[in-house]
């Protein structure tokens, strides 16, 4: 109301002089200053209703990432599973000071609460430690359940199988039997033959394997055992090529295997099998021969 008194003794002073044109130019710049007001105004609502929910979304990513994660025993889904008081930073805003979370696991559960599943792959590996030192020729059948026999001849000119890693020697062969060889081996590594039969440190060391699943497993067979079953070996995938005496043969992959028995001759029974390698680094794109790792993939 003072506003427009004023415009209008202005108006009329200014209409007195002759300068109407230039009083509507100021009035016309007050109004636009006015409208202006009024649409800031407007914006400032949007943004005090939209507060709620840019919060509320605050507090769904930062408050419920605050609940436990679990990996199921297939390594396929990783599933939040959890019930309890959560302390919110954020959710304060909408009224509240907790959240209480009830968390159902598995595809397809019932119950309420936040469910989230991510899904995995089974890949070839790449690279891998406990590797037994004997090699398997790559041209060999690995298909599961197919059984073969170790160093039941010569693979080459004064070779019977057995590799020389982490070292050469009789004892050094004869440990990394019983433990795998704790370096990391990875494919395309050139690895060393161990030249000879070695029976007896192949029989020392596969005894061991072999005694040490049977007393903590007793009723493992090689389609259903524990993981951790000294039966199981991590073997290397070898080109045997034509080497003579203590030569260098090319790592080419890694196969899974199951230790039935070893003869008086050093000669070991076994099956191929599929299952997972711990600590094992991926190769998506190589080649699938048993020896496996999961990766997640979304």
Known sequence: MMIEIKNANRIAQVTK????????????????????GKRRGQSMLVIVAALPVIVGSLALVLDVANLSVTVTPDNKEVIIKDTRNIPCYFCAVLGVNTAHAQVSSGSGSSGSG????????????????????????YRTDLSFGNQMVLKQG?????????????????????????????????????????????????????????????????????????LN?????????????????R???PL???????????????????YFIQQSVPNAIPDPNGPITGATTPVLLR
Request: glycine share 14%; proline share 4%.
């Open 114 to 137: 936040v469910t989230t599943t991510a899904t995995s792959g089974i890949v070839p590996i790449r690279s891998a430690m406990q590797v037994v030192p004997i090699g398997v020729d």
């Open 252 to 270: 080419k992959g890694f196969a899974m295997m199951w230790i039935v028995s070893i003869d008086g001759q050093g000669a070991i029974t076994c």
């Open 247 to 249: 030569s260098q043969v």
């Open 229 to 245: 079953d000294p039966r199981v070996m991590l073997i290397p995938i070898v080109d045997w090529g034509n080497i003579n005496g």
């Open 17 to 36: 002089c002759g300068g109407i044109a230039q009083e509507e130019g100021i009035m016309n710049k007050l109004w636009k200053r006015l409208s202006q």
């Open 154 to 226: 010569q693979v080459g000119a004064g070779n019977w199988a057995p590799l020389a890693m982490g070292g050469t020697g009789a004892d050094t062969y004869k440990y990394n039997v019983q433990t795998g060889y704790s370096g990391l081996v990875t494919v395309g590594d050139w690895l060393l033959t161990e030249p000879g039969n070695v029976v007896g440190p192949t029989k020392q060391g596969f005894d061991y394997r072999t005694s040490a699943g049977i007393n903590s497993f007793s009723t493992g067979t090689f389609n259903n055992h524990a």
